[in-house]
């Protein structure tokens, strides 16, 4: 039997981030969409996962999605048979980016939520393309159903997120690291690092895409993600 793929969506998203591959390897396998949303501490996020997830399973995250999976890693590594970071970063955040949130924080709570997401993903974050302004407008309905407390609670996730290039030395997992050719926020060379480091991974570059290939380039995307979970 195959085992089940939990998903982690990234910051200010829920399961329609990965839309299109749920669609796509939901036939075959069970899927399972824990939210990264409930707690400030990554630690905390992963212990959330556990706590409902199967007893083992294959597991991909994407940008804070990515950051809760390695902590799952870490936490129980013995219940994830493989690992997908899709657009993310083992590196704990520096103070100058962490101070950098905070008058975020501050106008999201003041009722400016909108404008800060229209920030945060902004046109140049995605690649050019047909499709851009649908992915635009889907993070912006993402984000406001799930509101300003989950945006806090992420944020001070993000600024509080540990350092896991150890648990990624110690990774003997089949791992695909994949990302957009395109993405600013979290760049090819920092995904290649992980790579790197983690032995036996492979590295996934999707032209044409963004900060979101899962939506921006769908079928390439799918694509590797069918290849790492058939390793």
Not at 47 to 67: K, Y
Not at 100 to 114: C, D, F, H, Y
Not at 206 to 231: H, K, M, R
Request: one cysteine or more; glycine letters at 6%; proline letters at 6%.
């Amino acid at each position: 039997m195959r085992e089940p793929l939990v998903l982690l969506p990234g910051t200010m998203c829920d399961a329609r981030i990965f839309g299109p591959q749920i669609k796509a390897l939901g036939r075959e396998r069970a899927m399972h969409i824990a939210p990264v949303s409930g707690h400030e501490t990554v630690e905390a996020l992963a212990e959330n996962v556990l706590a409902g997830a199967p007893e083992r399973f294959a597991l991909a995250g994407t940008s804070l999605g990515g950051m809760v999976a390695m902590e799952i890693v870490r936490r129980a590594p013995t219940r994830v048979t493989r690992l997908a970071l899709m657009d993310t970063s083992a590196l704990a955040e520096t103070p100058a980016f962490a101070a950098m949130r905070e008058p975020k924080i501050a106008r999201v709570m003041a009722g400016s939520l909108v404008d800060v997401i229209r920030e945060e993903v902004a046109p140049d974050d995605l690649a050019a393309g047909a499709a851009r302004q649908s992915v635009l407008d889907l993070v912006l309905d993402m984000a406001l159903e799930l509101g300003e407390g989950v945006f806090l609670r992420q944020s001070r996730a993000l600024q509080r997120r540990p350092d896991q290039q150890g648990v990624l030395r110690k990774m003997r997992l089949p791992t695909l690291i994949l990302c957009g050719a395109e993405d600013r926020q979290y760049p090819v060379a920092r995904h290649q690092f992980m790579a790197d480091l983690i032995f036996g991974a492979k590295l996934a570059v999707i032209p044409e895409a963004g900060l979101l290939p899962t939506l921006e380039q769908p079928e390439a995307v799918n694509a590797a993600l069918v290849q790492w979970l058939e390793s």
